[in-house]
């Protein structure tokens, strides 16, 4: 009887391991997986350059010091995901969802990030120049240090956001709205503001030096201490250093 139930045992543990998978764990350090959530389409391949996750769904991820750049994740699932000093220049991330991330020190310099669901998520001193973030979802993000130079975030609603000291030089915010956001030592240089609204935002110690504020909503900024050698808005001046 007992070889019988082993007999049995055996014959189910082979039909189980035959069933296809769809999920697989990985924790990844530089480009060695040891896999913890990642679902299977080519999700099984290890972080690495040009690597295809798309649509793939990853949970409690861990990335570090990893190169990943051309990656293609767009519309991956990877909530609460940790991507340590990652590099994921020119990766494709359009439409993830990636509320809850963690991205700090990553470089993701001309990435695609149109309609990524970016709630809640942590880019401290994140690279970001270059990227297209229109559509995303912003709600709660923090930006603090970030790279933002040459972005394309016009249209963007970053309310409420958190980008001290972050770099926004040549990024393009046209009609984006930054209401109630701590842009405290934010620079703002040669940035295409053209009908933003920056209402009740601190940018106390930022620059908006050579910026165009056409038509932008500045009601209750607090730009105390701030450069604003702008123009297209009364707040804006020019010293005699700057006129010929």
């Avoid at 293609?72 to 991330?101: E, M």
């Avoid at 149109?114 to 942590?122: C, E, P, S, T, V």
């Amino acid at each position: 009887m007992k070889s019988t139930i082993k007999l049995f045992m055996i014959f189910g543990t082979i039909l189980i391991s035959l069933i296809p998978t769809t999920q697989i764990s990985a924790q990844v350090y530089g480009n060695a997986a040891s896999h913890h959530a990642v679902q299977l389409n080519n999700c099984y391949a290890s972080p690495s350059p040009r690597v295809n996750w798309s649509g793939c769904h990853v949970g409690n991820a861990e990335v570090h010091f990893a190169n990943m750049t051309g990656a293609n994740l767009s519309y991956i699932v990877a909530q609460n995901g940790l991507f340590y000093n990652v590099n994921l220049s020119g990766a494709n991330l359009k439409n993830s969802v990636l509320a809850g991330g963690n991205f700090a020190y990553s470089d993701l310099s001309g990435a695609d990030l149109r309609g990524a669901d970016l709630r809640n998520a942590d880019f401290y001193h994140a690279n970001l120049s270059g990227v297209d973030m229109r559509g995303a979802n912003l709600v709660g993000a923090r930006f603090p240090g970030v790279d933002f130079s040459n972005a394309n975030l016009a249209g963007q609603n970053m309310s409420h956001t958190n980008i001290i000291g972050a770099d926004l030089s040549d990024a393009d915010l046209q009609n984006a709205t930054l209401v109630g956001v701590d842009m405290r030592n934010a620079i703002f240089d040669d940035t295409d503001l053209r009908g933003a609204n920056l209402e009740n935002s601190d940018v106390t110690g930022g620059s908006f030096a050579d910026s165009d504020l056409t038509g932008a909503n500045l009601g209750g900024l607090d730009y105390s201490g701030t450069e604003m050698s702008c123009r297209g808005s009364p707040v804006c001046h020019k010293t005699d250093s700057d006129n010929p």
